[in-house]
């Protein structure tokens, strides 16, 4: 089944290096079979960003981060997108964060 779905989003991939993406999944199927799941997550996660379909998670990083004023907070903002592709969960946590920072930095 998850060589079907593979198969099946493989040719609708439009993002950039979504080929080495597609054989890296393949890899993983027959290496760790239990981490193919989660690497077709990923993949998914990054052609809806790359069509521009932003996810609630994602859209409160947008809305936090256009009242951050704390040094670094771009980059901050920036690493926070990127990790979301592959650790979703933790976003969350990353937003909590920089309100803290947020808060000490303004007083």
Same mark, same amino acid.
């Given at each position: 089944?998850?060589?079907?779905?593979?198969?099946?989003?493989?040719?609708?991939?439009?993002?950039?290096?979504?080929?080495?993406?597609?054989?890296?999944?393949?890899? =993983? %199927?027959? #290496?760790?079979?239990?981490?193919?799941? !989660?690497?077709?997550?990923?993949?998914?996660?990054?052609? &809806? @960003?790359?069509?521009?379909?932003?996810?609630?998670?994602?859209?409160?990083?947008?809305?936090?981060?256009?009242?951050? =004023? %704390?040094? #670094?907070?771009?980059?901050?903002?920036? !690493?926070?997108?990127?990790?979301?592709?592959?650790?979703? &969960? @933790?976003?969350?946590?990353?937003?909590?964060?920089?309100?803290?920072?947020?808060?000490?930095?303004?007083?």
């Amino acid at each position: 089944k998850p060589l079907r779905a593979l198969d099946a989003c493989a040719p609708t991939l439009s993002y950039p290096d979504c080929r080495t993406d597609c054989r890296e999944a393949e890899q =993983t %199927y027959v #290496g760790r079979p239990w981490l193919i799941d !989660e690497k077709l997550d990923m993949i998914r996660r990054k052609q &809806r @960003l790359h069509d521009g379909d932003r996810p609630p998670e994602l859209q409160a990083l947008d809305e936090l981060s256009r009242q951050l =004023t %704390y040094p #670094g907070h771009e980059k901050d903002v920036a !690493e926070a997108e990127r990790s979301f592709v592959k650790y979703p &969960r @933790l976003l969350q946590e990353k937003l909590e964060v920089f309100r803290k920072r947020e808060s000490l930095h303004v007083g």
